[in-house]
């Protein structure tokens, strides 16, 4: 088994970050992404919300894998999030549900208000700080990396993973930043937002028929950046999270 562990500071509020994380897909940095649905969402006596989404992902082998090793080159991922806006923070777990001889990254994500900090404000023309302190959150990721398969290449199987994910937790990162970005904008623009998202789906300029698969193993894939291809029905997953059902 292999572990990973790391944390990072964003300076927007936990409230903003927390709505760039669950609309991550599509972007640019995750191309793996074939499909994300929501597959039950619901709301506890506590007031937290409870979401489980099905995420289709797509890889390659490295070359010295086995011919043979997986059947195909895709994994579902299953992710269960919660959200509690009275603790303000976001708990998302993610798992590989196929594949898991060879390997199993189990994922868990931590989205935490952190309130250090101040904020500059512009007074007549002049930046001055303020006593007030500023939100921010802190990301904390953390990993572990199994494999079953034995035949004495378990150890280069994990290392392999844990390699892999490593590589692409700053894409990831990456991904929800340009999120951040759009919202940022949308505040002083409200339609630039969903125009993005619009392009994005009338294009198919991400995970097309004609796109490359990503070169991470599939087994690992649903723990890593994701990318994603748009969607064709209305039923999907950006409807189900803008309130279009």
Not at 97 to 123: A, R
Not at 206 to 217: G, I, M, N
Request: aromatic share 10%; net charge positive; charged share 20%.
């Amino acid at each position: 088994m292999k572990f990973f562990s790391q944390s990072f500071l964003y300076d927007d509020p936990w409230s903003i970050v927390s709505l760039a994380f669950f609309l991550r897909y599509p972007n640019p940095y995750a191309a793996h992404v074939i499909s994300c649905d929501v597959i039950d969402r619901h709301q506890t006596e506590s007031g937290s919300l409870l979401t489980t989404r099905l995420i289709l992902k797509r890889g390659a082998l490295p070359r010295w894998a086995p011919q043979g090793i997986i059947s195909r080159a895709e994994s579902w991922v299953i992710e269960e999030s919660e959200v509690d806006p009275f603790g303000k923070f976001v708990r998302c777990r993610t798992k590989n549900l196929d594949h898991v001889k060879v390997m199993q990254v189990e994922e868990t994500q931590l989205f935490e208000q952190n309130g250090d900090g101040y904020v500059s404000l512009i007074l007549h023309r002049r930046v001055a700080l303020t006593a007030v302190p500023s939100s921010r959150t802190v990301q904390t990721t953390e990993a572990y990396i199994t494999s079953k398969f034995g035949w004495g290449m378990t150890k280069r199987i994990e290392s392999h993973g844990l390699a892999r994910f490593k590589a692409h937790v700053q894409r990831s990162r990456q991904g929800v930043s340009l999120i951040l970005d759009l919202i940022r904008q949308a505040r002083l623009q409200p339609m630039a937002l969903g125009s993005y998202i619009t392009h994005l789906h009338s294009e198919r300029s991400f995970a097309s028929s004609d796109t490359p698969a990503s070169s991470h193993s599939p087994d690992n894939a649903g723990h890593t950046p994701e990318e994603y291809s748009s969607p064709t029905t209305e039923n999907t997953w950006l409807g189900k999270i803008w309130g279009s059902r």
